[in-house]
Nanobody, 114 residues
C-alpha cells in the first residue's frame, strides 16, 4: 500500500501562483508514475500532469505553459507549480501514484477567485 499526503492548496486571486506538494509513504519502492488530477462537481476527474520515475511527462493542454510538474525521487515527493491561475482551475486536486495498482490522495482544494 502507498499513502499520499497533499499540501499547499488554498485561495488565490486570478493570475496568482500556488505550489502543491504530495509526499508518498509505505510501499514506495515500486512506484512509477506520480502526478496530479483534478475534479469539479458533476465532472469526471481529469489529468493535470503526471511524471514517470524516468522523467517522462503527460500534461493537460489546458495547463501547458502555466503549470510545471517536478519530482524528487529521493524524497518520494511530487510537486505541481501552478502559475497564471485562472478561475477555471478551481477544483479539488488529487495526488496520484501508480505501480501495479493506482493510489489517490484525499484531495486538496484550490480556489481561484477575486
Amino acid at each position: 500500500q502507498v499513502q499520499l499526503v497533499e499540501s499547499g492548496g488554498g485561495l488565490v486571486q486570478p493570475g496568482g501562483s500556488l505550489r502543491l506538494s504530495c509526499a508518498a509513504s509505505g510501499s514506495i519502492f515500486s512506484i512509477d508514475a506520480m502526478g496530479w488530477f483534478r475534479q469539479t462537481p458533476g465532472k469526471p476527474r481529469e489529468l493535470v500532469a503526471v511524471m514517470t520515475s524516468g522523467g517522462g511527462t503527460n500534461i493537460a493542454d489546458s495547463v501547458k505553459g502555466r503549470f510545471t510538474i517536478s519530482r524528487d525521487n529521493a524524497k518520494n515527493t511530487v510537486y505541481l507549480q501552478m502559475n497564471g491561475l485562472k478561475p477555471e482551475d478551481t477544483a479539488i486536486y488529487y495526488c496520484y501514484s501508480a505501480d501495479s495498482s493506482t493510489y489517490w490522495g484525499q484531495g486538496i482544494q484550490v480556489t481561484v477567485s477575486s
